[in-house]
């Protein structure tokens, strides 16, 4: 970035408006795009200050001044509270100038975690250094000049601090850790850094409109649909009791309680028709429970393991919207969508449109409103996609990139509509996507109720979720992020050269359909192309294939003209095959949730199934931590490797009295702390990058 940058000047804090101070406070808290020439000078000159103080000389007024370029600027309500003083723009206090001069944000860049280093050292950090790693009280430094050299000195040489010690040390500062075990105070710097992370989040879900007036809904939208008397009248303790039989755990107020049958959600007969050609008699725990509280109109996060049937949950409320839309007043050429339902792949969003039409099918048989749903996801024809939308449309079913094209082109708009649904919403509200799902809620005309799902559904989320969503609703079915107990998972530890051979092995433990995971696209072709040299009926889909052979490839494993599905992470999460016995991960992926969802292609609808994982020296001894607590978690059986591992955090994550083991990272869902989380440290990477390039780009 140019070293002509400079802050624009803000206006007094009651001359701005919501949105004004939610983009001021994101920003005292993530500029780090200060000029290196002028860092490294402020730096240089904080080491001088402190040395001339060390030996007893007198500092100059000018140099004073110096140090503390700008306007001072106090500290936001939110970053005194949480600790976050020394990021704000500018203060009197020299260090804190130097901190929020090169580390206000999360990132662990070189540039960032130096700098903030300094500003550290700068509090006092010589004794805070020797006693770091100890609990008890803070005894300041109190020797003479020597000691503070050597206290310079070390600052020199010092290590780069992780993420999480940086907010300790903010704890430190402020006294807040003088009396407090070294556990107490690593749950507050964590807590910290997560209040960090949620900021930068805060408004996905809310439009620019919203912002602009500060309006913000408080109570929910209402619809029609009333449950029977019989389950209005239910005692609470009878409504726990049944909770607790289905493993349903419920945050909210005013729940509708679970109901035990289709026919007493009062759905229209063509829809249970419908559910009864799909051999769906009985309601799964998450739609016993999710459906009645979206019937009434409630935002709601919905977690529940996979195969658990997520997917009728946010289908049905979504069809219903629209049928009553066209009842009252029937769509226009140009009106429409009723109803929104967004994907994170193609694959899941033409399930999740199939499955609508499933429905429209029904109900325009039996003499109903024919209700139009158009899928808008890329590799499809335009055209199509743009006669649906001239037609007027009830429903769309899309991806977030290629709706937030048809937005901004106007060819579609969002002035009718009143329902959202995020589906695996924790990677919908992730890095990647998380731009264009603000960017399709700032279309919203009008309050509109929201839900969310996914079989992994961190607390960042489920925080997130508490902040954005208008009185949400809850419901947990498990433990969020848990593996599927229905599926038998097994870890071998496999060399590189042997995974082929050892392949073909596992490929006879059981019979056909199969799923193999590969890590990349290569990988996928080289799997693909090994299994029919072998002669076997295997087909692959990755990102770099064209849409229509991703939709051949699934539509003959879904007829069973194919015996195996080789596939990246492209098919790890939504997508629906009841029949798959096995499945087979070619190697570990990073990141826990992924193993989750990918394992959870098997073990559905009740079923049971088999999990193949292979693993070698080449994957990260964090990552097998991870495995290791997933597998006590779910009681299966580990392997000597496993077993043997060493684990840090052994003490931490001990199994509880009913054989589950915490969960720590709020971040990824991970079985590790915050400070450890490597999805974290990639995000923040991303997020700095990102911001590098914006910022570069305007001037």
Known sequence: ???????????????????????????????????????????????????????????????EEEATPGPSLPATEEQEQFGLSRFAPASSNPAVASAAAGQASISNTAHARSAAASAGSAAGSHAERQSSGASGPHVPNAAGPDSSSQSAEAEEDDQELSLVELARREVNRRGGGALKSEAEKNAEAEAQLLKQILLAKQSSLRSASEHASGVRYTESLTTDWRPPRHYRDVPAEKVERSRGKRGIAVEGDDCMPPHARF???????PILAALDAKGIETPTPIQSQGLP??????????????GSGKTLVFVLPAVLWALQEELQQPLRTGDGPVAIMLAPSRELARQTYDNVEHFNEYLATAGFPRLRCMLAIGGESMRTQMDAARNGVHLIVATPGRLLDHLRKQRINLDLCRY??????????????????HGIVSFFKRQRQTVIFSATMP??????????LVRPVIVNVGSAGAANLDVLQEVQYVRDEGKMLELLKCLGKTAPPVVI?????????????YLL????????????????????????FRDGSMDVLVANDVAAKGLDFPAIQHVINYDMPNELESYVHRIG??????????????????????????????????????????????DPDEDTFKAREDGTVPKLCEYCGGFHRLQSCRKLQRDARSMTASKRDFLGGQG
């Open 1 to 63: 970035m140019a070293s002509s940058y400079r802050r624009r000047k803000r206006p007094a804090e009651n001359e701005l408006s919501d949105l004004e101070k939610l983009i001021a406070e994101t920003e005292d808290q993530y500029d780090v795009y200060v000029p290196l020439d002028k860092r490294k000078a402020q730096e240089e000159k904080e080491r001088r200050r402190r040395l001339a103080l060390s030996r007893g000389e007198q500092i100059e007024e000018s140099d």
């Open 263 to 269: 026919e007493d959600m009062k759905l229209p007969a």
């Open 293 to 306: 509280i979206a019937l009434t109109g409630r935002d709601m996060v919905g977690i529940a393991f996979t």
């Open 420 to 437: 959202l649904a995020l589906d695996e919403g924790d990677r919908l509200l992730d890095m990647g996507f998380d731009e264009d799902v």
């Open 459 to 468: 607390q960042r989320v489920q925080f997130f979720a508490r902040g954005s």
């Open 517 to 529: 995971f590969g890590g990349s696209q290569g990988d996928v072709d080289s799997i693909t192309e």
């Open 533 to 556: 040299i072998k002669g076997l009926a295997a087909t692959g889909i990755h990102g770099g294939k064209e849409q229509e052979e991703r939709n051949e490839a699934i539509a003959q």
């Open 601 to 646: 292609r098997t073990g559905r609808r009740g079923r049971t199934g088999v999990a193949t994982t292979f693993v070698n020296r080449e994957t990260p001894q964090e990552v097998l931590l991870d495995l290791k607590h997933l597998l006590m978690q779910a009681r299966q059986v580990l392997p000597p490797f496993l077993t043997a591992l060493p």
